[in-house]
T-cell receptor
């Protein structure tokens, strides 16, 4: 198993553009979470999805949205990009929503640079 | 709202010396605490969690609810321990991980 995969690995956009990031969870995992990691800081929770439904949302503006597909893969969309959106975007998958000590497995991330 | 604080940005120790990474949290309920590690050019991975009470790669961490701390310790650091370490908290009934800012550990030969 390749683990959690994310695409693309790197992305350069300009202010005002829109971006879509993709995540494929580990086979059998039904829950996907998204995190933003700004340089020099720890990851910050954006969303969690389980069985195609949003199960949690962090303190991010409505420009950020996500969805989960029947095959449990997920997309994160960010509209009207700002310079401050430049960050590493991490996807994590788990068997179930992260409760009871359920381990989250992280992907390699997508590095987004907004110019 | 919950918060996780890692006061040291960088810890530099010599090989064979003890290392302790501090983690303090703020949360009113019963949290679940984790340590994640990121080695150079690798993805973030779970090191250990307090509910397992296990020792991984010689590291241990004890949850101290009175002091709201979850410090990570290793008695004899190895060069391969050089990495970025993140403490994280999860609400008992919630679904998100709240991470600290991270501590970079550098083990010198």
């Amino acid at each position: 198993d390749a683990g959690v995969t994310q695409s693309p690995t790197h992305l350069i956009k300009t202010r005002g553009q829109q971006v879509t990031l993709r995540c494929s969870p580990i086979s059998g995992h039904k829950s996907v979470s998204w995190y933003q990691q700004v340089l020099g800081q720890g990851p910050q929770f954006i969303f969690q999805y389980y069985e195609k439904e949003e199960r949690g949302r962090g303190n991010f503006p409505d420009r950020f949205s996500a969805r989960q597909f029947p095959n449990y893969s997920s997309e994160l969309n960010v509209n009207a990009l700002l310079l401050g959106d430049s960050a590493l975007y991490l996807c994590a998958s788990s068997l179930l929503p992260a409760k009871g000590g359920e381990t989250q497995y992280f992907g390699p991330g997508t590095r987004l640079l907004v110019l | 709202a919950q918060r996780v604080t890692q006061p040291e940005k960088l810890l530099s120790v010599f090989k064979g010396a003890p290392v302790e990474l501090k983690c303090n949290y703020s949360y009113s309920g019963s949290p679940e605490l984790f340590w994640y590690v990121q080695y150079s050019r690798q993805r973030l991975q779970l090191l250990l969690r307090h509910i397992s009470r296990e020792s991984i790669k010689g590291f241990t961490a004890d949850l101290n609810k009175g002091e709201t701390s979850f410090h990570l310790k290793k008695p004899f650091a190895q060069e391969e321990d050089s990495a970025m370490y993140y403490c994280a908290l999860k609400e008992a009934a919630g679904n998100k991980l709240t991470f600290g800012g991270g501590t970079r550990v550098l083990v010198k030969p």
